[in-house]
């Protein structure tokens, strides 16, 4: 055999002889290690219990208005020597690995340094890999607030306080019975007060609630007096409504009437409407209580008057005739939804047909002037509170218009953009107002077409106007109506004037944006007798390039120079070309949008003839938006260009 081959051979007899060794090494067993580690260390003085003079326990509270819990911990203050300690975290850490059999100890090292000459890698595998021990498995268990034994005297008084646990805490509202809570390893006891009120009358008519707590500890009782007052004191009234009615539609739920009806009277009593409707019906039912029409009344009334709307369908429907049954049908009919809308609206026209002229719009200015008076009110913040009251609900079905067989209208509310921010409750405008233009306004469903979001696109609106808004207008004779909510923006020169679609980009804007004008005069060409529309949108609200937009407004920027309308062509703008156009939060909708449906309701007929002429409506909606616009600290006033006589809806 050639000198190649005897090296080959040997190293086969090498790679045996390290096969057999490795299986030799793989017989192991594994090895666990424990360590302990301190963390977070630091030093705190504190009196040791060895070194101390006196103990004696201490009571602290502290309520939760959002949870209505009231915490109660009791501590062990001890006063003396005050010595210096470590504080820490110790972590028992257990490690497991593999460990090596002795006899692959002795041969494997041994036959690693013979190996080195030929395959150094092969040396290291068998050193570093295969002897080497190999962590398994590791497992942390750590202890915090942690103490070291010995503290440092630091030649000083002092007093300490740690948690006293295992001991009963009481309370007593009002020295009514006692309730009790063991204190948990923390020394703290919780107790939750809403229900803890036995009955309404330790939260009506009073501005403050008393507390006492005590507990014994070391053959000592501490105690202590809480007072809970003004918002706090509110908090817990609306909380203890709210958990009393929600316990009750437990008990109904699990036919136990008479805990129902026991829950929501303490509710009811408390000021809550729903609670006041839903006893209403258990005395008008005999259920859990006798039965009882007149109590039945009483507490639908009480919700009714706070703006619950299925008390207010009650109310009417219970009334039979009259104004007041008319105002209570209105009133629901502008909130609920579904089978009782439904049920409200027919209610309502019917009593309409019944009533005089007189009457009826005696009745409709009741039902336009309502405002929920809510029981359950903070009476530290009454004035805030009667601010802040929401206003009268659109209600597009109070008024059925005159039939316009031959108008149509395209309406438009962009929200959210692409790139710009959020136009804040523009695509709710859009919504309601196509229901008042198929109610109010008298047109055809078929004839009122509803964009909004990412359906207001550029190409979606173009295409809205040139195919579908084209083929609905008969030359000469087809009045169209244009409504527009969101963005609007003025070239860098001012000159013309843009509504933002939703993919609009103020970069490119004449690209991505629709021209005012050009829109009118597109409508006016494809034949229609005339156009009117209605802008809640403004093209102001910063510097010349600016980029920045006021949180609740529709503004952007530029002031603009309006160069006028065709002579068939009317606008009524929510703003000045330099102001903004507002949001109204109260009433989740535009400003402008808000009073110019409250004016579609009729409530902008000031001389009562039941015509509404577009100058009619922009005094409302400019008197109202003013005033409103004012209380928000700003300055927005409705702007109408073109024929004020025009007539906007007959009923």
Same mark, same amino acid.
């Given at each position: 055999?050639?000198?190649?081959?005897?090296?080959?051979?040997?190293?086969?007899?090498?790679?045996?002889?390290?096969?057999?060794?490795?299986?030799?090494?793989?017989?192991?067993?594994?090895?666990?290690?424990?360590?302990?580690?301190?963390?977070?260390?630091?030093?705190?003085?504190?009196?040791?219990?060895?070194?101390?003079?006196?103990?004696?326990?201490?009571?602290?509270?502290?309520?939760?208005?959002?949870?209505?819990?009231?915490?109660?911990?009791?501590?062990?203050?001890?006063?003396?020597?005050?010595?210096?300690?470590?504080?820490?975290?110790?972590?028992?850490?257990?490690?497991?690995?593999?460990?090596?059999? =002795?006899?692959?100890?002795?041969?494997?090292?041994?036959?690693?340094?013979?190996?080195?000459?030929?395959?150094?890698?092969?040396?290291?595998?068998?050193?570093?890999?295969?002897?080497?021990?190999?962590?398994?498995?590791? +497992?942390?268990?750590?202890?915090?607030?942690?103490?070291?034994?010995?503290?440092?005297? &630091?030649?000083?008084?002092?007093?300490?306080?740690?948690?006293?646990?295992?001991?009963?805490?009481?309370?007593?509202?009002?020295?009514?019975?006692?309730?009790?809570?063991?204190?948990?390893?923390?020394?703290?006891?919780?107790?939750?007060?809403?229900?803890?009120?036995?009955?309404?009358?330790?939260l009506l008519d009073r501005e403050s609630l008393s507390l006492r707590l005590w507990a014994e500890a070391g053959g000592k009782k501490v105690e202590t007096p809480i007072i809970l007052a003004g918002a706090d004191f509110a908090?817990?009234?609306?909380?203890?409504?709210?958990?009393?009615?929600?316990?009750?539609?437990?008990?109904?739920?699990?036919?136990?009437?008479?805990?129902?009806?026991?829950?929501?009277?303490?509710?009811?009593?408390?000021?809550?409407?729903?609670?006041?409707?839903?006893?209403?019906?258990?005395?008008?039912?005999?259920?859990?209580? =006798?039965?009882?029409?007149?109590?039945?009344?009483?507490?639908?009334?009480?919700?009714?008057?706070?703006?619950?709307?299925?008390?207010?369908?009650?109310?009417?429907?219970?009334?039979?005739?009259?104004?007041?049954?008319?105002?209570?049908?209105?009133?629901?009919?502008?909130?609920?939804?579904?089978?009782?809308?439904?049920?409200?609206?027919?209610?309502?026209?019917?009593?309409?047909?019944?009533?005089?002229?007189?009457?009826?719009?005696?009745?409709?200015?009741?039902?336009?002037?309502?405002?929920?008076?809510?029981?359950?009110?903070?009476?530290?913040?009454?004035?805030?509170?009667?601010?802040?009251?929401?206003?009268?609900?659109?209600?597009?079905?109070?008024?059925?218009?005159?039939?316009? #067989?031959?108008?149509?209208?395209?309406?438009?509310?962009?929200?959210?953009?692409?790139?710009?921010?959020?136009?804040?409750?523009?695509?709710?405008?859009?919504?309601?107002?196509?229901?008042?233009?198929? +109610?109010?306004?008298?047109?055809? =469903?078929?004839?009122?077409?509803?964009?909004?979001?990412?359906?207001?696109?550029?190409?979606?609106?173009?295409?809205?106007?040139?195919?579908?808004?084209?083929?609905?207008?008969?030359?000469?004779?087809?009045?169209?109506?244009?409504?527009?909510?969101?963005?609007?923006?003025?070239?860098?020169?001012?000159?013309?004037?843009? &509504?933002?679609?939703?993919?609009?980009?103020?970069?490119?804007?004449?690209?991505?944006?629709?021209?005012?004008?050009?829109?009118?005069?597109?409508?006016?060409?494809?034949?229609?007798?005339?156009?009117?529309?209605?802008?809640?949108?403004?093209?102001?609200?910063?510097?010349?390039?600016?980029?920045?937009?006021?949180?609740?407004?529709?503004?952007?920027?530029?002031? #603009?120079?309006?160069?006028?309308? =065709?002579?068939?062509?009317?606008?009524?703008?929510?703003?000045?070309?330099?102001?903004?156009?507002?949001?109204?939060?109260?009433?989740?909708?535009?400003?402008?949008?808000?009073?110019?449906?409250?004016?579609?309701?009729?409530?902008?007929?000031?001389?009562?003839?039941?015509?509404?002429?577009?100058?009619?409506?922009?005094?409302?909606?400019?008197?109202?938006?003013?005033?409103?616009?004012?209380? &928000?600290?700003?300055?927005?006033? #409705?702007?109408?260009?073109?024929?004020?006589?025009?007539?906007?809806?007959?009923?």
């Amino acid at each position: 055999m050639g000198r190649g081959t005897n090296i080959r051979c040997v190293w086969r007899d090498i790679s045996l002889s390290a096969a057999l060794l490795l299986a030799l090494a793989a017989c192991e067993g594994t090895q666990t290690r424990t360590l302990t580690e301190r963390r977070n260390v630091r030093t705190v003085e504190m009196v040791a219990e060895d070194a101390q003079a006196s103990v004696r326990p201490v009571l602290a509270a502290r309520f939760n208005a959002a949870t209505g819990a009231l915490t109660v911990g009791v501590a062990k203050e001890i006063s003396g020597e005050l010595r210096a300690f470590d504080t820490y975290d110790e972590a028992s850490i257990t490690v497991k690995e593999n460990h090596r059999s =002795p006899i692959s100890e002795t041969i494997l090292l041994p036959f690693a340094v013979a190996l080195s000459p030929l395959d150094a890698s092969a040396r290291r595998f068998l050193t570093d890999e295969v002897y080497r021990p190999k962590e398994q498995e590791r +497992n942390e268990n750590v202890s915090t607030g942690r103490i070291s034994a010995d503290g440092k005297p &630091l030649g000083r008084q002092g007093v300490t306080r740690r948690p006293w646990p295992g001991l009963t805490v009481s309370l007593s509202i009002e020295e009514g019975p006692p309730r009790h809570r063991q204190n948990d390893a923390d020394g703290e006891a919780v107790f939750d007060l809403y229900d803890a009120i036995d009955t309404a009358a330790q939260l009506l008519d009073r501005e403050s609630l008393s507390l006492r707590l005590w507990a014994e500890a070391g053959g000592k009782k501490v105690e202590t007096p809480i007072i809970l007052a003004g918002a706090d004191f509110a908090a817990l009234r609306r909380l203890t409504a709210n958990y009393a009615a929600e316990k009750g539609r437990q008990a109904r739920s699990g036919g136990d009437y008479p805990q129902a009806a026991t829950r929501f009277r303490l509710a009811a009593e408390l000021g809550a409407p729903e609670a006041q409707y839903l006893l209403a019906e258990m005395y008008r039912d005999g259920q859990g209580v =006798p039965q009882n029409q007149r109590d039945a009344r009483h507490w639908t009334e009480r919700a009714a008057r706070q703006g619950h709307a299925s008390a207010q369908l009650a109310l009417a429907e219970g009334m039979g005739q009259g104004a007041e049954a008319y105002v209570w049908a209105s009133l629901a009919a502008a909130q609920l939804r579904d089978d009782p809308r439904r049920r409200a609206v027919a209610l309502r026209d019917s009593l309409a047909t019944r009533l005089k002229g007189d009457d009826l719009r005696s009745a409709q200015t009741q039902a336009t002037r309502f405002a929920a008076v809510p029981e359950m009110r903070d009476e530290s913040l009454t004035a805030l509170a009667a601010q802040a009251e929401p206003p009268p609900p659109l209600d597009a079905t109070r008024l059925k218009g005159k039939p316009k #067989p031959n108008a149509a209208a395209l309406i438009i509310g962009v929200e959210d953009y692409l790139t710009l921010p959020m136009a804040q409750f523009a695509g709710r405008d859009a919504r309601a107002f196509g229901e008042f233009a198929t +109610n109010a306004l008298g047109m055809e =469903p078929a004839r009122v077409k509803v964009l909004t979001g990412s359906e207001a696109r550029l190409l979606d609106i173009e295409k809205a106007i040139d195919t579908w808004l084209k083929a609905e207008i008969q030359s000469g004779a087809t009045e169209i109506y244009v409504f527009f909510a969101g963005h609007g923006l003025a070239s860098p020169d001012g000159r013309d004037l843009y &509504l933002i679609p939703h993919d609009g980009d103020r970069a490119i804007l004449k690209r991505s944006a629709i021209d005012r004008d050009r829109l009118i005069a597109g409508i006016l060409g494809h034949g229609a007798a005339n156009v009117t529309l209605f802008l809640d949108t403004c093209y102001s609200g910063g510097t010349r390039g600016g980029n920045s937009l006021i949180a609740d407004a529709r503004p952007l920027m530029i002031v #603009p120079k309006d160069q006028g309308l =065709p002579p068939t062509a009317n606008l009524l703008a929510a703003a000045g070309n330099d102001q903004l156009s507002s949001s109204y939060g109260a009433a989740r909708h535009g400003l402008y949008s808000y009073f110019l449906m409250r004016g579609l309701m009729g409530d902008a007929d000031a001389d009562g003839d039941h015509v509404l002429t577009l100058a009619e409506l922009s005094t409302f909606v400019q008197r109202n938006t003013r005033r409103e616009a004012a209380r &928000l600290g700003r300055d927005q006033s #409705p702007v109408l260009v073109g024929d004020g006589e025009k007539v906007v809806m007959r009923w």
